[in-house]
């Protein structure tokens, strides 16, 4: 069954920086590599829709949908795909998810096979 699993929210001061992980597993049982999966970024901020930042093919084209001091990488002999974001603002205070889907990225929630529980990343002083 494959797994998404976020790691590294937590509580930042603004003008910080942060880097979440994300790490599949599970994936292979298909047959096929992590690399034919697209991973994405999302973020849900309190009271809001959960909304696409960026996404990552197995080669490491990167599609940004949203402006941000942030940057997207993605490891496919870990298995880990990274969120680094700097200059962190109480704006950017949300849970974070990471998320795959078969071969083309798309921003659309709805669009995602896989997600996981999330991480909480909160920027206050």
């Known amino acids: 069954q494959p797994q998404l699993v976020e790691s590294g929210g937590g509580l930042v001061q603004p003008g910080g920086s942060l880097r979440l992980s994300c790490t599949a597993s599970?994936?292979?049982?298909?047959?096929?590599?992590?690399?034919?999966?697209?991973m994405a970024w999302f973020r849900q901020a309190p009271g809001k829709e959960r909304e696409a930042l960026s996404c990552?093919?197995?080669?490491?084209i990167l599609t940004n949908y949203a402006e941000g001091r942030f940057t997207i990488s993605r490891d496919n002999a870990k298995n880990t795909m990274y969120l680094q974001m700097n200059s962190l603002n109480p704006g950017t205070t949300a849970v974070y998810y990471c998320?795959?889907?078969?071969?083309?990225?798309?921003?659309?929630?709805?669009?995602?096979?896989?997600w996981g529980k999330g991480t909480l990343v909160t920027v206050s002083s």
């Open positions: 998320a795959a889907r078969w071969i083309s990225c798309s921003h659309n929630v709805n669009d995602m096979n896989y």
């Open positions: 599970g994936f292979t049982a298909s047959g096929f590599t992590l690399g034919v999966y697209v």
């Open positions: 990552i093919t197995g080669g490491n």
